[in-house]
């Protein structure tokens, strides 16, 4: 197991390296941040001088270099806009991102795995219907036409609910609903297709032919090896939900990771995108590595070599 991860630890490492290398390259095929900063009257002697104060008139090699050499200590560089280190507001900003995620995933699986369970154990029933119905609206809908339809039905009709801002659950609820819907939908007919797989196979058949119940036969037999697919899909899922929640919290104008990308990638502020894209890398990471991890423990018969 130690050489297993020691070993996904350094295929890491390249994997990290290569996305820095795109990032750094292709942020600057955005334009020239320089000129957004300067005034509108300003000469090119102005703009000349304000790429020599930020560094960008050197070589691009040379630049991915100082660069690389600062990161790896850390140092991801100063925002050009707000002149505060670009990993410190990622970072301030990050956790309320990891809430609405949170909260966006824990939505998606108390609406995905009863459904899905229920479709398994009554096919072609009303609620495997339902639950067909709602999987394909789930998969079809964007995220911000939803947001925007919940936010007329809730928050400007009803009056219910705030339409944006960060603060208690009620500010998380329609930006939650929003960001798991698509998963939920996707979970459900996966957990649906691969129970109804399992409740077939021949040791399924032999512990009702010994009488076990059939809560016991679904929850103590059935679903824990149902469940290996639908693990790797919620692990896919979460790196979806990184690229929904920039658009639900745009939508939503809550103030998250996703909402200082968009506005950075507007100001062109070059050190706040590259820090952003490589910390979304290592979560990446972290969540295929514990994804793997499980697999172990779901089914012992899977060797992580």
Request: aromatic share 8%.
């Amino acid at each position: 197991m130690k050489a297993y991860i020691a070993r996904r630890l350094l295929y890491a490492a390249f994997v990290l390296l290569g996305v820095s290398i795109i990032v750094f390259f292709l942020v600057r095929l955005t334009g020239d941040p320089a000129g957004l900063m300067m005034p509108l009257d300003a000469t090119a002697e102005d703009v000349a001088r304000m790429r020599r104060a930020l560094g960008f008139d050197r070589p691009l090699p040379i630049q991915y270099a100082d660069f690389l050499i600062r990161a790896v200590q850390g140092d991801f560089g100063t925002s050009i806009r707000h002149q505060q280190p670009a990993m410190g507001m990622v970072l301030g900003r990050l956790p309320a991102t990891l809430q609405l995620m949170g909260m966006a995933l824990f939505v998606a699986l108390i609406i995905a795995v009863p459904l899905g369970i229920l479709s398994a154990l009554y096919p072609n029933s009303f609620i495997d219907r339902f639950g067909v119905v709602m999987a394909l609206v789930g998969q079809a809908v964007p995220n911000f036409f939803l947001g925007i339809v919940l936010i007329l039905f809730f928050s400007v009709q009803m009056n219910l609910l705030p339409s944006s801002g960060r603060g208690g659950i009620e500010h998380l609820l329609l930006p939650a609903v929003t960001l798991g819907t698509a998963s939920a939908a996707f979970i459900n007919r996966l957990l649906r297709s691969s129970l109804r797989e399992v409740l077939g196979t021949d040791y399924i058949r032999t512990a009702r032919a010994k009488g076990r119940s059939r809560r016991e036969i679904v929850f103590h037999h059935a679903l824990r090896n149902a469940a290996i697919p639908v693990v790797t899909v919620i692990g896919l899922q979460i790196v979806q939900l990184v690229g929904g929640a920039i658009v639900t919290e745009t939508v939503f104008a809550y103030p998250g990771a996703g909402l200082l990308l968009v506005q950075s990638l507007g100001n062109r502020d070059i050190p706040v995108i590259q820090a952003f894209v490589l910390l979304i890398a290592v979560v990446v990471i972290v969540v295929n590595l514990v994804i793997d991890l499980l697999y172990g423990w779901l089914d012992p018969r899977i060797s992580l070599t």
